[in-house]
């Protein structure tokens, strides 16, 4: 028996209402393009619009001109999508709340996730959206899931509760320390002053 190996989300679809309340929270509210749109080939009466959120896969939207929206908190029961994340710069996190609040959108605050900081809010249907900035660069060639892992390593060595800049810090520099070669033979940490 061997695994079926996933290389990556290639897309999202979301039940949506109608056309227009798509594109005006998808687009209109979050930024992502609006590429591509056709019929729902399961089901014709429905339009299955397609946006871009800026790393080259999709979240698509199934619409319905009879449907209308209901700003209800989507079901948090087994099985349901808790929350959908999207990846922001640190100059856009920055802005986020001012711009929620300029279009009067309830919202969490900034959250601290030790290695990120959050934003939540609903979208026009009660799906809770979250806006999450990193609080890291990783190495170039090195995943944000790598220096993750890693930093899990150090968290749990510790026997810290969560994972903090400091876990990220040291996993960076472990990284760099098994994936860069180096001339000198004593790479530990000095101080020349």
Do not use: C
Request: proline share 6%; net charge negative.
């Amino acid at each position: 028996m061997q695994k079926l190996q996933v290389q990556g989300v290639h897309h999202i679809t979301l039940v949506g209402a109608d056309r227009q309340t798509s594109i005006d929270f998808w687009e209109g509210v979050l930024g992502m393009p609006f590429v591509f749109e056709q019929p729902n080939l399961d089901a014709p009466a429905e339009s299955h619009l397609y946006f871009d959120p800026g790393d080259g896969r999709l979240i698509t939207i199934f619409t319905n001109e009879e449907r209308k929206p209901d700003p209800q908190r989507t079901s948090t029961d087994i099985g349901a999508v808790h929350h959908v994340a999207f990846w922001v710069s640190r100059a856009t996190f920055s802005q986020a709340i001012e711009r929620l609040d300029a279009r009067g959108i309830k919202h969490s605050g900034v959250k601290d996730r030790g290695f990120m900081d959050s934003i939540y809010f609903q979208d026009p249907l009660g799906l809770l959206i979250e806006l999450a900035a990193y609080r890291f660069f990783p190495p170039e060639g090195v995943t944000h899931g790598e220096v993750l892992l890693e930093a899990h390593k150090i968290r749990v060595a510790r026997g810290d509760y969560n994972i903090a800049e400091v876990h990220l810090a040291d996993a960076i520099e472990r990284i760099v320390a098994r994936r860069r070669e180096s001339l000198s033979d004593d790479r530990s940490p000095k101080n020349p002053y």
